[in-house]
């Protein structure tokens, strides 16, 4: 500035370069750059090796969208026959590279959304609980920015509309729109760039009322908003360096940290709209549609078919029992938790709308879940056979009682020969002595296995003996209160000083 301010004073070259104290070519440069405004200050274009296989530098850019790696191109001009270094190859890819992404950036416009309109949904790898992996269900809604985060033990679709219908509910309401990936339980395949929908998704979305959109395959900026939910839920979430989370003990433990979570984020300011996003949803509620008391059936498991004879369903290679009365019906079975918590719910829609009918702990294969209070009282089996009368001498005989019934059928079971002869005079006896003592004594002579020829009446005559006769007078019998062997007090006295030895020999 002090050489051009020279210039200015003297209009000299040489004057001004003796008062800037530079020589005078110094200040024809300077002069002759400010009248230029500028355009002296290019580089001038030098020719370099390069130049001839530019063309083919932009055809492999164009063709790998901009992803081609510099040292690959090197390596393919060298075979072309190019001559230069790897650092002008290396600049000149950049070059194309940058002009390459300059003709196909992707501009993004901010999207203002309507409350009650959109809500995302998405899912994120969870972490590992006792040894199975868990899965993140992330849902958004977008004008309010809530967020809702459920701890899933897998992707199938009774899990995750069973998620959808939690979701709604927390919600207090079900959105317009419902945007989210191309996953099977929502699309099945892609038809000229159509998605084509899976038939259960339509009869869930028809019951709440809510069309579900899917976004571009592989495009995860059309859902952004999910993405960074996703993104946020992992890093508090799954145990990392980062975080320094410790492991969880049990599927429960997680879900309660889902829920700490949610309530973490949606009470703090946002950092777009600067308003919690709990107040937000209080307002957006009123734009949301009322969600369906009762669930779509789809979100209660996997349908299966009670069997008309076997309260028994399976599902998943093991067996669970089901309520008798529901022989025939049709049930739904999922699973909740993971590890040693999961257990198999099973739920049974009535008239009187849903109602969890059983819940077990997991099945391994051979080894069925069986409740007792699901099986009416167990009849009356081949093993368990009672006697039954086909003629009068068999019913006389069991009218005696329950001692004859219980003489018959062990006596059979023993192989007794003769069963007729003996029950016969067993009605004999029942006309001479009293028909229950002769009851009595035929149970006593089945539990004890005596079915020979005389044994009847000889526990009779025994028992109606010993209860006739009076003890005689200085006869001693046997009772539960004292016994005919020989006390020991007598050994008290051994070893004592003073002992008469003889009386202690008669003793003994």
Known sequence: MKILDAYDLTGSLRDAGELAGCSHHTVKRYVDRRAAAGELDRAAARPQLIDEYLPKVEEWVER??????????????????????????????????????????????????????????????????????????????????????IALRDKTMPSVFAALDQTFRRLGGVPTYVLTDNEKTVTVEHIAGIAVRNPQLVGFAAHYSVVVHTCVPADPASKGGTESSVKISKADLVPRDTNLLDEYGSFAELEAACEAFCQKVNTRAHRITKRPPVEMLAEERARLHPVPAVPHTVAFGTTRVVPANTPMVMFESGQYSVPHTLLGATVWVRTQGVGVEEQVIIVHVGDDGPLEVARHDRATPGTPRIDDDHFPPRPAGPLDRRPRATNPSEAEFLDLGEGAA????????????????????????AKLFDPVEVDWALGHAAVHGRFAEADLSSILDHHHGRGARQPAAGEHRAGEERSLTQGTAAWARLGQHGTDHTTDEVAL
């Open 406 to 429: 219980l003489w018959l059928v062990e006596a059979a079971a023993a192989g007794t020969p003769r069963m007729r002869v003996k029950m016969a005079e067993a009605l004999a006896l």
């Open 64 to 149: 790998s969208m901009g992803k081609v790696r510099a040292d690959r191109a090197h390596e393919k001009l060298l075979v072309l026959g190019y001559t230069g270094s790897e650092r002008t190859t290396r600049r000149a890819v950049a070059k194309v590279k940058q002009s390459y992404r300059a003709g196909h950036v992707r501009v993004h416009r901010p999207w203002v959304t309507e409350p009650g309109m959109w809500l995302q949904y998405d899912y994120g790898d969870g972490p590992v609980v006792d040894g199975v992996k868990t899965v993140l269900f992330v849902a958004w809604l977008a004008w309010s920015r809530f967020r809702v985060v």
